[in-house]
């Protein structure tokens, strides 16, 4: 089993960062991709980043030159700085981590931590 923390979430206005932070801990030798999912009000819960265990990344296009993802490893650790936030950046941002166990693969989710930006 793993279990994902986020933190770092909270009211921002528009124009500012906040940096969000995921903490793994369990059964984490096997994570290999982790990723940022957010869901606003009445909408689905959407990719938001994503990055593999060789450090590739990937975006959404919404937030393209505007977010980035990065992982400390050593740490167990996902980040997400969001730079320039913008209010339909509004939303609850998760953790996600897959993970390969030696029974099979499994994913993960973290409960979550809000974002609110204001105009």
């Known amino acids: 089993q793993v279990q994902l923390v986020e933190s770092g979430g909270g009211l921002v206005q528009a124009g500012g960062s906040l940096r969000l932070s995921c903490a793994a801990s369990?059964?984490?030798?096997?994570?290999?991709?982790m990723a940022w999912h957010r869901q606003a009000p009445g909408k689905e819960r959407e990719l938001v980043a994503a990055i593999t265990s060789a450090g590739s990344t990937n975006y959404a296009d919404s937030v393209k030159g505007r977010f980035t993802i990065s992982r400390d490893s050593a740490e167990n650790t996902l980040y997400l700085q969001m730079n320039s936030l913008k209010p339909e950046d509004t939303a609850v941002f998760y953790c996600?981590?897959?993970?390969?166990?030696?029974?099979?693969?499994?994913?993960?989710w973290g409960k979550g931590t809000p974002v609110t930006v204001t105009v």
């Open positions: 996600y981590a897959r993970c390969l166990h030696a029974w099979g693969t499994q994913g993960y």
């Open positions: 369990g059964d984490t030798a096997g994570i290999s991709a």
